[in-house]
């Protein structure tokens, strides 16, 4: 399978993924899954800012629409797109990326995953949270919500790359 | 222009990532507001026929508490028939009506998507304008106030529920039948407050609020929860009443949408007082 099906094909499996099952699972106290930011830090190293933004403008809008929320996953996306070269040059070996692997846990190892993915899911969360609640004198709550949202969020995306990636390297 | 076009292309990742934040946030903002199409919301058709699929399979998850709840109103309903009762006059004698005019009629439908934890939750329902739904329609449950239409398509809706930032229902506290308006500050979808309950008023804990029915949108007295807690709001002489919900709106299924016969009759007459420098937010 090429690079191309293989991200069309998770562009699919996010969405339905995170629309059909992730946003119904409402747990309270703030806890808010969102996975979908998992499919724009998988997509390969090489890929330009403009496109990536494109590309998480366009699942962002989808998120929207199934969730009511009319444009503001799309805006925390395109934030994180946005900041997605900057720190993977920030934590990038020397030498640059090697462009046959892929930034998932399995390829750069745990320790790069964690730094780099959790500061985007911050970023994302952040500025999600921010844009939704827009009262800096609820800013505790804001801070709140986006610690009990992207701990979770992140060992959940942790789980699903041994779902998705190992079955996508077999075929 | 040589300069510009340098100058574009030097700034060109940010400008790209300027001009997507703007549109995302223009779309959030209007369409938080007003919404002028259905297209970018659960109303839409594409959408709203995903989502059924999906209730069809979740809708069975509460089954049998949603089919107790219609029992129990169904045994409150007929309960009221003259069959159900016991006649004390012999003779009865049958009066044409011209008392009582039918002024609301309900549309029932069904929730197929919902959220409860955001900022801003909105219901889906499987009725629209087909069925003569029209935004700014009241929507209630069995057990208390749901929210008002906010967009409708040919066969789906979406309501603002009352677990949004600026709903402004208009309630009363029972007994003293005290007026303020309904709002939610976003934390627990169980507890709301409502604003302008001047402090000098006497509250008494677990008194029940229901719908004012000011403007039409709601009938008078469905019922929206009770008191919990009072609590007084630093520097204004103002009370914060905390309501506790009487709908638990993390399982509503069964609603109704409010059509009120007479609401134009009735905005015609109150489009005529001349406008307030205040912007008049009450529903």
């Known amino acids: 399978m090429n690079n191309l099906t293989k991200n069309i094909i998770r562009f699919i499996v996010f969405a339905v993924l995170q629309t ?9 106290y703030g806890f808010h899954l969102m996975i979908h930011p998992l499919f724009i830090m998988l997509l390969p190293f090489e890929m330009g800012v403009i496109s990536l933004m494109g590309l998480a403008f366009l699942m962002g809008i989808i998120i929207d629409i199934f969730s009511n ?16 070269p900057l720190v993977f040059k920030f934590y990038g070996p020397r030498e640059g990326y090697d462009p046959l692997k892929e930034p998932n846990v399995f390829d750069m190892g745990n320790r790069w995953f964690t730094y780099v993915f959790g500061i985007l899911l911050l ?12 009262q800096f004198n609820q800013i505790l709550f804001i801070l709140q919500k986006t610690i009990f949202s992207a701990v979770p969020s992140f060992l959940i995306c942790l789980l699903l790359q041994s779902f998705l990636i190992k079955k996508s390297k077999t075929k | 222009m040589r300069n510009l076009i340098a100058f574009l292309r030097r700034f060109q990742i940010f400008l790209v ?28 058709n594409v959408t709203a026929k995903v989502l059924t699929w999906e209730n069809d399979v979740t809708k069975h998850f509460d089954l049998s508490k949603n089919n107790y709840a219609l029992q129990r109103e169904n045994i409150r309903l007929r309960e009221r028939l003259p069959e159900f009762m016991y006649t004390l006059s012999a003779g009865k004698v049958k009066v044409e009506d011209t008392i009582f005019k039918q002024q609301y009629t309900y549309i029932p439908g069904m929730v197929i998507n919902s959220s409860v934890t955001r900022r801003n939750n909105y219901f889906t329902l499987n009725i629209g304008s087909k069925q003569g739904v029209k935004p700014n ?3 209630f449950s069995d057990k208390g106030v749901v929210g008002i239409v ?7 809706c979406v309501v603002k529920s009352v677990l949004t930032k600026d709903i402004n229902v208009d309630v009363i506290i029972e007994p003293i039948h005290l007026a303020g308006i309904l709002k939610w500050d976003g934390h627990d979808p169980r507890r709301g407050s409502i604003d302008g309950i001047s402090n000098d008023l006497r509250i008494k804990k677990w008194s029940r609020v229901i719908t004012r029915g000011g403007s039409g949108i709601f009938p008078k007295g469905i019922p929206v929860g009770k008191v919990e807690r009072i609590e007084s709001i630093e520097g204004e002489p103002l009370w914060n009443v905390v309501v506790r919900y009487s709908e638990d709106y993390r399982t509503l299924q069964r609603v109704y949408v409010v059509k009120n016969v007479m609401i134009e009759e009735q905005q015609a007459l109150e489009g005529q007082i001349p406008p307030d420098e205040e912007e008049d937010v009450l529903r």
């Open chain 1, 20 to 28: 059909l099952i992730f946003n119904q699972l409402e747990i309270g």
């Open chain 1, 69 to 84: 929320t009319y444009g503001l996953h799309a805006s925390s996306l395109v934030m994180m797109a946005y900041f997605r």
């Open chain 1, 123 to 134: 970023i994302h969360h952040l500025w999600y949270f921010l844009v939704e609640i827009f």
């Open chain 2, 17 to 44: 990532f300027a001009s997507l934040q703007i549109i995302s946030l223009v779309i959030y903002v209007q369409f938080l507001s007003f919404p002028r199409s259905q297209y970018l919301t659960t109303a839409s």
């Open chain 2, 137 to 139: 329609m009241g929507v």
């Open chain 2, 150 to 156: 906010h967009n409708t398509s040919e066969h789906y």
